[in-house]
C-alpha cells in the first residue's frame, strides 16, 4: 500500500470532463511532477486534493486514513487540509501583513499553537527559504520571487504530508524563477513528498521522482524523468514534447 493513495478522481466543469477517473499513487518522499497541455487537469487536480474544487467522484487516502473528496462536512475538510498544503501561482499573501506574520497565520489559528511557538517555527521555516532578512516585509515590499518564497514557507510551516505546488514559477518575471525553483530543489532534496505541476521542463528533469503526462483528464504515461523525457513510449507525449521543444532530453525552451 502507497502512502497516498488517490482513487476514481473525476472532475467536471459543466459539461467538460477535466479528469476523467484518475488514480494514482504516491510514496513518501516522491517528487511527482504533472506535466501535459494547458486545460488537460493537473491545476485541478492539485484543487480537488485540497478540496478547492468538489470532484464528483473521489477518494485520496494518506497514511492509511481515508478521505471522500466530494465531502461537504467541514470537519472533514479541515482534517484534509491539516495534511495538504498548497503553494498557489499568485502567491496568495494577506497584504495586511508582514512575512513573519504571514507564516504564523495558520499556526496560530488553524494548529491553535501558542504565538511563542508559532513565531519560533516560521522564523525557521523562513530561514529555510531564505527570506530571515526579510522578516517585517510586508508583500508590496517584496519581489514575486521574495513573496512566493515566503508561501513556501508558509506552507511547509504547517508540516504537510503532502505539498501541491501549483506553477510556483508562473506569476514571476524570468530573472525571478531561478531563486524560486532553488528553494523548490532545497525541500525536495529534504524529503518533502510533492506533487508538482509546472512548465520548467529543465527542472522537472533535475528534480522529480516521477513525471506524469496528462492528457484529456487522464494519465497516459507515467515514469521517469529520464523515461518520460528521453524515452517516451507514448505518440501523444512525443508530439507534446517536440512541440515544447524537448528532444533527446535537451529543452530549447528555457
Same mark, same amino acid.
Given at each position: 500500500m502507497s502512502y497516498i493513495e488517490i482513487? #476514481?478522481?473525476?472532475?467536471?466543469? #459543466?459539461?467538460?470532463?477535466?479528469?476523467?477517473?484518475?488514480?494514482?499513487?504516491i510514496e513518501k518522499g516522491q517528487v511527482v511532477a504533472l506535466i501535459g497541455p494547458s486545460g488537460t487537469g493537473k491545476s485541478t487536480l492539485l484543487r480537488c486534493l485540497n478540496l478547492l474544487e468538489k470532484p464528483e467522484n473521489g477518494t485520496v487516502r494518506i497514511g492509511g486514513e481515508e478521505y471522500n473528496l466530494t465531502t461537504r462536512s467541514a470537519k472533514e475538510k479541515v482534517r484534509l487540509r491539516s495534511r495538504t498544503e498548497m503553494v498557489f501561482q499568485q502567491f496568495n499573501l494577506f497584504k495586511q501583513r508582514n512575512a513573519l506574520a504571514n507564516v504564523m497565520e495558520g499556526l496560530t489559528v488553524v494548529k491553535k499553537i501558542k504565538k511563542k511557538d508559532a513565531r519560533k517555527i516560521a522564523l525557521e521555516k523562513l530561514d529555510k527559504v531564505g527570506m530571515s532578512d526579510r522578516l517585517y516585509h510586508y508583500p508590496r515590499h517584496l519581489s514575486g520571487g521574495q513573496q512566493q518564497r515566503v508561501a513556501i514557507a508558509r506552507?511547509?510551516?504547517?508540516?504537510?504530508?503532502?505539498?501541491?505546488?501549483?506553477?510556483?514559477?508562473?506569476?514571476?518575471?524570468?530573472?525571478?524563477? #531561478?531563486?524560486?525553483?532553488?528553494?523548490?530543489?532545497?525541500?525536495?532534496?529534504? #524529503?518533502?513528498?510533492?506533487?508538482?505541476?509546472?512548465?520548467?521542463?529543465?527542472?522537472?528533469?533535475?528534480?522529480?521522482?516521477?513525471?506524469?503526462?496528462?492528457?484529456?483528464g487522464k494519465i497516459v504515461a507515467d515514469g521517469t524523468a529520464s523515461d518520460v523525457f528521453e524515452k517516451p513510449q507514448n505518440q501523444r507525449l512525443k508530439e507534446f514534447l517536440i512541440n515544447i521543444n524537448v528532444i533527446d532530453g535537451v529543452d530549447y525552451n528555457i
Open positions: 482513487r #476514481g478522481l473525476s472532475k467536471r466543469f #459543466g459539461s467538460n470532463l477535466v479528469l476523467d477517473n484518475i488514480d494514482l499513487d506552507a511547509l510551516a504547517m508540516d504537510p504530508e503532502l505539498l501541491l505546488m501549483d506553477e510556483p514559477t508562473s506569476a514571476l518575471d524570468p530573472e525571478l524563477v #531561478g531563486e524560486v525553483l532553488q528553494t523548490v530543489r532545497k525541500i525536495a532534496s529534504e #524529503g518533502n513528498t510533492i506533487l508538482l505541476v509546472t512548465h520548467e521542463m529543465n527542472f522537472v528533469k533535475s528534480v522529480a521522482s516521477r513525471v506524469i503526462f496528462l492528457e484529456n
